[in-house]
């Protein structure tokens, strides 16, 4: 086999090869950036802009009206650094291919972000100037984290009021507790930004103010007072890649001379090795500092072959790992990770090849499901443009047509190679409402629009309430599911009443107890017995469901312990309060007894049942509700009354800080009583402050609430 990774018929090699994403915190800039990009890198010849709905990959109706980004969109661009004198750069002359996915800031979107995070290969995080690090921005930081996510920084808006570079940087080390290293400041701020000190280089790049967007600049010497900023930063840099990067650090230990080249090399080995992040500043809007953005980008962040392998694994024994090897010559191993139904072409599959390459027409293997299927057309993606492809090649990420059975997260790989990726994980719903349609002939139509709707989307979910009969729809915030809605009158033309949101509620339990159940049924004929002791106590915060089978001398035969364990998981759907799901119990099998000819399965799980309930009736439960970590920023002339409402709907205050002239308050609030806030704090601020909120943990539901939470799930006082 041939050593060289790349197909001859590749038109761009793995290496020279970048899978990046544009992440960060709502309305921080990462559509204008993915725009410019686009913009100069010859992709599109007209920039198109957020708040006119023109935005290329903003191309939903519902993303032009608001102007947020809901889902991720791929892109695929070129971009070749250019050869200026002065200026040491990695790859000069090279084209370079760059395929790019525009991620959701907004938290009910999350899994949009989670999704492309798991198959990229870095990251630009994007920051305001003026605002800094945000409560997405860290969530979002967290997620790249967790998938091992090279990323780059780019402090965007330095051209607003209050814009501070070196403030966000210091945020960026302390709240986030990177190890940060400036390698592009931005010259000036505010209505003054006029382009980027090149740190590696000591350069000053300026951007022009003319017809064409910025597309040019200039490269200079940089002045006196650019000069001492720029020698105190590279002074920085050279020490914080020194202390991650051995080669480099060796170099200045036996006091060896090295090049900017050499500096760059060590900056991109530490970057891919998430031991360093790079800063960059600039303006999206106002076209500055995009150009050496991307030339960054090819610098430090990965090609597919500057990473680990992706590693699998056998589907019939998870202890046993596969390699998966990046090279076009190996077995095809791909990953699913979106869904999207596409009114023209049907059915998409967004995958990223990891392994191996795959041509229009051959056949593909699933090992959920066991079944292969045959691709009918590879599409590159272009935001919601769709070019059709003959072969993709390992790095590569597409979307398919043909494949039915596939739900997001699933491997497909070549017939003969049962091989399992890692999926993404995605975060359990807060919030549910009943939907219902209008008219009875669009009862059919809803069923299938939802079923396609969260085949797509993973943290969107749609049960039938077995008591009342509705339809319950579940996800993660209240602009989710208002999005859900929209789409379903709009691509699917079905009209639908829905109901008010509901919190999804748990329970658990307080103290341990014992729980004895038993089933015995004697109506002629075989009847039905099954009894069954059990122990729980509360578990770990976090941990769910655990159940430890102490059964001995065979007070339950073998074949029944199945039955049971299927009993105890039941019980944990409905509690006893509210019926809401209970979590974080441990469960100890203790014993019971059986009968020769009538026990069964069936019994059994009844009896378990039955014991659990028991159980749950001593165990003091409490109802648990969601709590919202709330960041509001708002001009301190407001801080007062927004401070006064947040506790007026039980929101427990953390913290408070001062960014320039706005105070950033922090407090933990209930779900259930934040809905409408954004009209409130409105309201209360004559429009002037924002907020933002991230699910954060479950707490104790005060008393006097309780009942009012019983009464409306179930007609009856908590206390009947």
């Known amino acids: 086999m041939s050593a060289n990774p790349n197909s001859p018929n590749r038109q761009y090699t793995l290496e020279r090869t970048r899978n990046i994403g544009i992440a960060a915190h709502i309305d921080a800039g990462k559509t204008t950036l993915t725009e410019r990009i686009l913009f100069y890198t010859g992709m599109i010849h007209k920039i198109g802009e957020v708040h006119d ?26 971009w070749w650094q250019r050869n200026e004198d002065g200026v040491i750069k990695l790859f000069p002359e090279l084209k370079q291919r760059i395929n790019i996915i525009d991620t959701p800031g907004h938290v009910d979107f999350t899994a949009e972000v989670e999704r492309s995070l798991r198959v990229l290969d870095g990251a630009i995080v994007v920051f305001c100037g003026v605002a800094g690090v945000q409560p997405q921005t860290e969530t979002v930081w967290r997620q790249a984290t967790k998938y091992h996510v090279p990323r780059i920084v780019f402090v965007n808006k330095m051209d ?17 507790g990177a190890h940060a290293a400036r390698i ?14 090149d740190v590696v280089n000591q350069k000053a790049i300026f951007y022009s103010d003319n017809d064409k967007f910025g597309s040019t600049y200039e490269v200079r010497d940089l002045d006196d007072d650019q000069k001492v900023v720029a020698e105190e ?22 006091e060896e001379a090295f090049t900017k080249a050499d500096l760059k090399a060590a900056i991109r080995r530490a970057t891919i090795a998430n031991k360093l992040i790079p800063v960059a500043g600039g303006s999206a809007f106002k076209n500055k500092g995009v150009q050496y953005l991307l030339d960054a980008v090819v610098d430090y962040l990965p090609s597919p072959l500057d990473l680990p392998p992706a590693v699998g694994m056998d589907p019939d024994d ?8 990046t ?13 999207w139904a596409d009114k023209f072409v049907g059915k998409l599959v967004f995958f990223r090849v990891y392994s191996g390459s795959i041509k229009k027409g051959d056949t593909v293997y699933n090992p959920r ?14 935001s919601n443009e769709h070019k059709d492809v003959d072969v993709c090649y390992s790095g590569d990420i597409a979307a398919m047509v043909g494949i039915k059975n596939v739900t997001t997260g699933d491997t497909l790989a070549a017939e003969d190679h049962d091989v399992v990726l890692e999926p993404p994980t995605f975060p359990e719903p807060v919030i549910s409402m009943a939907v219902e349609p209008k008219t009875k002939a669009d009862q059919e139509k809803l069923a299938l629009a939802l079923g396609r709707l969260s085949e797509e989307d993973p943290t969107f979910m749609v049960k039938t309430d077995e008591e009342t009969g509705q339809t319950i729809i579940a996800g993660m915030g209240e602009l989710h599911l208002e999005i859900i809605v929209d789409r379903l009158k709009r691509e699917f033309k079905v009209e639908a009443n829905t109901g008010a949101p509901q919190i999804a509620y748990r329970e658990t339990i307080t103290k341990g107890a014992l729980g004895d159940g038993k089933l015995v049924k004697q109506s002629g004929g075989r009847g039905q017995y099954g009894h069954v002791r059990i122990e729980m106590r509360p578990n770990e915060k976090g941990k769910g469901l655990t159940i430890e089978n102490k059964v001995v001398g065979g007070e339950i035969p073998k074949e029944y312990i199945n039955a049971v364990y299927k009993g105890v998981n039941e019980s944990m759907t409905n509690g006893i309060i509210a019926g809401y799901p209970v979590i974080d119990v441990h469960v100890d099998i203790l014993g019971g007894s059986y009968h020769d000819v009538d026990s069964n399965e069936n019994a059994f799980t009844m009896a378990a049942i039955f014991a659990m309930k028991d159980g749950f009736k001593k165990a003091k439960p409490i109802l648990l509700e969601p709590i919202m970590a709330v960041e509001v920023s708002t001009p301190d002339d407001y801080q007062g009354d927004v401070m006064g409402d947040l506790n007026r709907r039980r929101g427990q205050i953390q913290n408070m800080e001062t960014k320039g002239r706005l105070a950033v308050i922090h407090a933990n609030v209930p779900l259930k009583e934040m809905f409408g806030y954004s009209t409130d704090v409105r309201t209360i601020s004559s429009g002037r402050a924002s907020y933002s909120m991230t699910p954060s943990h479950f707490e104790q539901v005060p008393n006097n609430i309780v009942d009012q939470i019983v009464s409306e799930r179930t007609g009856y006082s908590s206390r009947d």
Do not use: C
């Open 53 to 78: 709905g023109a935005a290329t990959t903003d191309w939903m109706e519902q993303e032009r009206e608001r102007g947020i980004t809901i889902t991720s969109a791929a892109v695929t661009t070129e």
């Open 160 to 176: 607003r009021t209050g814009a501070n570079f070196q403030n966000v940087f210091n945020e960026v080390k302390e709240k986030l």
């Open 184 to 197: 592009l400041i931005p010259i000036g701020a505010e209505d003054h930004l006029v382009g980027q000190i």
């Open 233 to 254: 930063a590279y002074a920085e840099l050279v020490n914080a890649v020194a202390d991650v990067d051995d080669e480099l650090g060796e170099k200045i230990l036996m």
């Open 318 to 325: 998870h202890d046993r790992h596969i390699e998966v090897i």
């Open 327 to 339: 090279s076009d010559n190996e077995k095809f191993v791909s990953l699913a990770f979106k869904l």
């Open 369 to 382: 499901t066991r079944r292969s299927e045959r691709v009918g057309r590879l599409i590159r993606i272009q």
